[in-house]
């Protein structure tokens, strides 16, 4: 059941937003404890059936497999990179992509519409050409050569919006065809990511920092419903302190630069429809939004290609971040921080 996080109407199925246009949030009641919940069985995200509003008979027959965490001290700190890019297309969008489609599958339907910068796009072209759906993706003109033709390999039927970010949404919006599922706004998809928070608790315990890239908030809306719930179940005892990182002038969580970033096109959004949430949760986590310009996220990209993570660019944010709370002491020393690896450099590395 899905419920408005501003007036508290439920409903059933799938649905994007509230009528009276406020976000939902798929309502979890967990009756037993998180390892008796656990299928045990999977190494994978099947292991959390237990835990995601989806009947495993719906379930995609492509599995996000669970993903490896690497630990590396920076400036003392110590950095717990979660290599979300490793997942089957690339992005940790293929968690939100898997809850969604059984979803969309038990409900019947096999038409639908969604904008992207590229990696929720390819990751839903690679599911809808296992599963047989019709997938219609709008996508910025500008976006990078490489997941053009990723997504042209996977049979997708592509429209090309000639503007922003923004504007391929509201493109999307207006599309006639099909049912439209934004990630931006799409319950299901928080509760594929949200698996992260699962994952990494499983691999290494608490944590001190999360640290994550910051657009339209689907992986970090995720990963605070991922540990909100573990608290809840009394796993942890408290939660993270919750960091956002948005790139220099798309900032929504923090002031709005005049300059603007062009490497960090993952997190390109200006208007994030959940911003009210996420702000909420830098105040219950007494977290904090970052800002990092294209000459950080230039030189955190090219220390984690050092380190062996080939990550693109929007990626990089979260140890540009990293090293600058560490630098002026906001992250004390020995503090365990995760670090989600969101993308593949793979895919821009086929042409930019
Ligand atoms: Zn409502």
């Given amino acids: 059941m899905l419920r408005c996080i501003k007036c508290g109407r439920a409903y059933p199925g799938f649905r994007l937003v509230c009528e009276c246009g406020g976000p939902l949030d798929a309502v979890s009641k967990f009756e037993k404890p998180f390892g008796d919940l656990l299928r045990k069985e999977y190494l994978d995200i099947r292991r959390y059936f237990g835990f995601l509003p ?14 490896p965490i690497v630990e590396r001290e920076v400036n003392g700190a110590r950095a717990l990179f979660k290599l979300e890019y490793l997942m089957p297309s690339g992005s940790f969008k293929d968690r939100g992509t898997y809850v969604t489609v059984a979803k969309l599958k038990e409900e019947g339907v096999w038409d639908v519409v969604l904008d992207s910068s590229g990696n929720a796009a390819i990751s839903l072209a690679m599911f809808a050409k296992s599963e ?13 050569e490489g997941k053009k033709r990723l997504l042209e390999m996977l049979g997708a039927e592509v429209h090309e919006v000639e503007g922003s970010r923004m504007e391929t949404h509201e493109a999307a919006l207006e599309f006639g065809g099909g049912t439209y599922i934004s990630h931006w706004l799409n319950p299901y998809f928080l509760e594929g990511t949200k698996t992260v928070a699962y994952e990494a608790f499983e691999q290494i315990g608490d944590v001190d920092y999360v640290i994550s890239p910051v657009g339209s908030g689907s992986l970090f809306l995720g990963l605070w419903k991922g540990f909100s719930e573990l608290r809840k179940m009394g796993e942890i005892e408290k939660l993270p302190v919750f960091i956002a990182v948005q790139a220099k002038g ?68 979260v140890l540009a971040a990293l090293k600058k709370l560490t630098a002026s002491g906001e992250i004390e020393e020995k503090s365990r921080v995760l670090l989600p690896l969101t993308g593949s450099g793979l895919k821009t590395g086929l042409g930019h």
């Fill in 250 to 317: 798309f900032e929504s969580l923090c002031t709005r630069s005049r300059g603007r970033s062009r490497l960090a096109e993952g997190i390109a959004i200006s208007e994030p429809p959940r911003r009210e949430q996420m702000l909420k949760v830098l105040r219950e986590t007494n977290g904090a939004c970052v800002s990092v310009g294209d000459g950080e996220i230039g030189n955190a990209l090219h220390e984690l290609w050092d380190m062996g993570f080939l990550v693109e660019p929007t990626s990089a944010v």
């Fill in 132 to 144: 047989g759906l019709k997938a219609h993706l709008f996508i910025p003109k500008s976006t990078g």
């Fill in 54 to 67: 989806i009947r495993e008979e719906h379930a995609p027959r492509l599995i996000p497999p669970v993903t």
